[in-house]
């Protein structure tokens, strides 16, 4: 977890995401900083 960085914030695009005519054809795989669990 990098500090100083909001929870459920994109931190890195891993892999990129395409759509078609307003279609996801394949979605993003990013990395996401964590938050606290309560």
Do not use: S
Request: aromatic letters at 6%; proline letters at 8%.
């Amino acid at each position: 977890e990098p500090a100083g960085k909001e929870p459920n914030t994109v931190l890195e695009e891993l892999r990129r995401g395409y759509t078609f005519r307003g279609k996801v054809i394949r979605p993003a795989l990013v990395k996401v900083a964590k938050g606290d669990r309560i």
